[in-house]
């Protein structure tokens, strides 16, 4: 009886767990949007990674801070807009552990995807690892596949 009430305890925390997770990741892509550095950082662990669209872009969270802060210095931010996401925090008894995926929009390249994980820490969720990648269509990949080969 008493594994199953808590069992129904973790179930119906669930949800907010998930918002609270979703709340980090929005406030990720509005900082970035408004070029606004400091809390953009923010919604990341010190020990971060960002892993860009080139395979050359894995970057630790002081190479992507040092990479970045050019931009947002001069206003200058990106807007990739949530279109559609899928949180899942791990089944863990900490439940400290969350994984996504998002589908987002972005003026310049269109349909993209953005995907990680977050880690539950003292002052709340931050992003451990964030993974951007661009969609190719199944039909379309060997063209892009050629293309990349040419270069």
Wanted: with cysteine; glycine share 6%; hydrophobic share 45%.
């Amino acid at each position: 009886m008493i594994a199953a009430a808590l069992m129904m305890l973790q179930l119906s925390a669930a949800p907010a767990e998930t918002a609270s997770v979703e709340r980090t990741l929005d406030a990720m892509h509005a900082a970035a949007s408004v070029a606004d550095g400091e809390a953009y950082f923010a919604t990341f662990t010190p020990d971060a990674r960002f892993i860009g669209t080139d395979a050359g872009e894995r970057w630790s969270l002081p190479e992507f801070r040092a990479y970045a802060t050019p931009y947002f210095s001069q206003g200058k931010g990106w807007t990739y807009r949530p279109t559609a996401r899928t949180v899942t925090v791990a089944p863990i008894d900490c439940r400290c552990i969350a994984w996504f995926d998002e589908v987002l929009d972005n003026d310049a390249y269109g349909t993209t995807r953005g995907s990680g994980v977050l880690r539950l820490t003292e002052d709340g969720w931050k992003i451990e690892q964030y993974v951007l990648s661009f969609t190719v269509p199944n039909d379309k990949a060997r063209a892009v596949v050629d293309a990349i080969k040419a270069d």
